[in-house]
């Protein structure tokens, strides 16, 4: 099959023709601007590879319910012009073609299960840490959607002790986007997060409540695997620091075999930067299945 994939994010856009097998063939990158100056673009692109579905993988929130009025519609984001704007209407209606849709981060989470390091694995949990969090969870082979999708990058934590940062969510505050997000550390910090020095024990606080997070997801969503992504995992010291902590705060009390070997259960990426990419290929293939 050749299949459309579109990665949309707050900043830029993916575009890529590929197959059913992630082969990808092509792609084009787009500044995100009002969806009257980037959709043009985009449309423009897909329009001379006769593809026969397109999978959309998007910045949100969106609505993902099926049989929904706005299915298919990016709903309350802040970013201008975008919300309650029918993104996957606007490419079925001008390309004739079928849409698979998701979130961003469950396209990541879908990629990494089928050609990263989430192969092998049935539940996957990704997350991605850079301007803001997001979570992808897949369980028992499917991505979760339930009443919306997963936002578990708002999920609340215990402070540590000493920390006194208010946090930078505008709804939260103090929330896990609000504490460990590229530029929660800049607010902590005065400095972007990219030029904290490696040592600098700035770190432990990501670290401390990152493993929370990794704590409060396997202890609910029970994932064989944890891949955590974006730019805020670059910094090579915090992925060693997440593993140690996350093993310190469950404290032995599970004893499953894959978190015997926590190198192995909480990963970095292994698509190359392209699980987004390839999980909105995986969409697109779900249409024609």
Not at 12 to 18: E, N, R
Not at 39 to 54: H, N, S, Y
């Amino acid at each position: 099959m050749r299949l459309g994939a579109l990665e949309a994010g707050g900043t830029k856009m993916v575009c890529a023709v590929g197959d059913e097998a992630g082969h990808i063939e092509k792609r084009a990158v787009f500044p995100t601007g009002t969806p009257d100056e980037t959709v043009p673009e985009m449309l423009a692109f897909f329009e001379k590879e006769q593809i026969e579905a397109i999978g959309i993988a998007s910045f949100g929130p969106v609505d993902l319910r099926v049989g929904s009025d706005t299915w298919g519609y990016i709903t309350s984001t802040p970013k201008n012009g975008w919300a309650n704007y029918d993104i996957c209407g606007a490419f079925t209606g001008k390309l004739g073609v079928p849409a698979g849709f998701d979130t961003d981060v469950n396209g990541a989470c879908l990629g990494e299960l089928l050609y990263g390091n989430g192969r092998g694995c049935s539940s996957l949990v990704y997350i991605t840490v850079g301007t803001g969090i997001g979570m992808g969870i897949c369980a028992g082979g499917h991505l979760i959607h339930g009443m919306l999708h997963p936002e578990a990058g708002h999920m609340l934590l215990r402070r540590a002790p000493g920390d006194d940062f208010a946090g930078i969510c505008p709804y939260h505050g103090d929330c896990l986007e609000g504490l460990c997000c590229g530029p929660a550390i800049g607010a902590r910090y005065g400095i972007p997060a990219a030029e904290i020095p490696a040592d600098d024990p700035a770190w432990r606080y990501t670290a401390y409540y990152m493993a929370q997070a990794a704590v409060n997801l396997i202890l609910t969503v029970s994932p064989e695997r944890i891949i955590l992504g974006g730019g805020v995992m670059g910094q090579p010291r915090l992925l060693p620091m997440i593993r140690r902590e996350t093993e310190r705060l469950l404290n032995g009390y599970l004893k499953a075999s894959q978190l015997q070997d926590m190198d192995s259960y909480i990963m970095e990426p292994g698509c190359g930067g392209d699980q987004g990419i390839l999980g909105a290929l995986e969409l697109a293939a779900g249409v024609c299945k």
